[in-house]
């Protein structure tokens, strides 16, 4: 069975300092991967995919992610986090060999930046 | 539409009681999900909708949850006799043919079962 993890419920970080949410995970095939976020009150928003290819995937708002097979992560980053910027955010994780596109997501994690 | 639509934004019952959740993809959209987010909670895959082949129900938690889609367009989410831990926010998403994984999500619908 698939899984992510996203093993902070909270990051805290400064405005103007980089962010980094993390994100492993664990398929048995190819994985596909996707960041989310979810602004209050909010449904949620596609950021940016890792589907094949160049393994730093850049998105929405200036964040990026980067794929790494050896170590089954895709953490999220962002040179300078922005106030608003604080959401919480989900790594979701699809598998190509699968019939149908659902994805599996990690539970989140709340970003906080602090002016 | 512009969006994914959902309706009620919120809606509270009684335990034992049926609801039904409304979701209006995307026009265009031939793939269309509904996911359940608890608190504290990612979000659990519920069901999935592609064209005019048959659902996959694999996520659906119980025999009280059914959901349809008419016309490859609306969908609606189904909860019989609901118990208190049916309580979340069900989330119905749609893409294009061929995505994978880049979903427009609609708002929600908050059920709160009391």
């Known amino acids: 069975a698939q899984s992510v993890a996203q093993p902070e419920d909270q990051v805290n970080v400064a405005e103007g300092n980089p962010l980094t949410v993390k994100c492993t995970y664990s398929?048995?095939?190819?994985?596909?991967l996707f960041w989310y976020v979810q602004y209050p009150n909010r449904g949620l928003q596609f950021l940016l995919k890792?589907?094949?290819?160049?393994?730093l995937v850049k998105g929405s708002y200036g964040f990026e992610a980067e794929f790494n097979k050896s170590q089954t992560s895709f953490h999220l980053k962002k040179p300078s986090a922005l106030v608003s910027d604080s959401a919480l955010y989900f790594c979701?994780?699809?598998?190509?060999?699968?019939?149908?596109?659902?994805?599996?997501f990690g539970k989140g994690t709340k970003l906080s930046v602090i002016p | 539409g512009a969006g994914v639509s959902q309706s009620p934004s919120n809606k509270v019952t009684e335990k034992g009681k049926d609801v039904e959740l409304r979701c209006d993809p995307i026009?265009?959209?031939?793939?269309l999900y509904w996911y359940r987010q608890s608190l504290g909670q990612g979000l659990e895959f519920l069901i999935y909708?592609?064209?005019?082949?048959?659902?996959?129900k694999s996520g659906l938690p119980s025999d009280r949850f059914s959901a349809e889609r008419t016309g490859g367009s609306v969908s609606t989410l189904t909860i019989q006799r609901t118990q208190q831990e049916d309580s979340a926010v069900y989330l119905c998403?749609?893409?294009?043919?061929?995505?994978?994984?880049?979903?427009?999500f609609g708002s929600g619908t908050r059920l709160t079962v009391v």
């Open positions: 979701a994780l699809g598998d190509s060999g699968a019939g149908s596109y659902q994805l599996t």
């Open positions: 398929v048995s095939g190819n994985p596909y």
């Open positions: 998403a749609s893409e294009r043919q061929g995505g994978p994984g880049s979903y427009t």
């Open positions: 890792y589907i094949t290819g160049d393994n």
């Open positions: 909708f592609q064209g005019n082949s048959a659902p996959d």
């Open positions: 026009s265009g959209h031939t793939a």
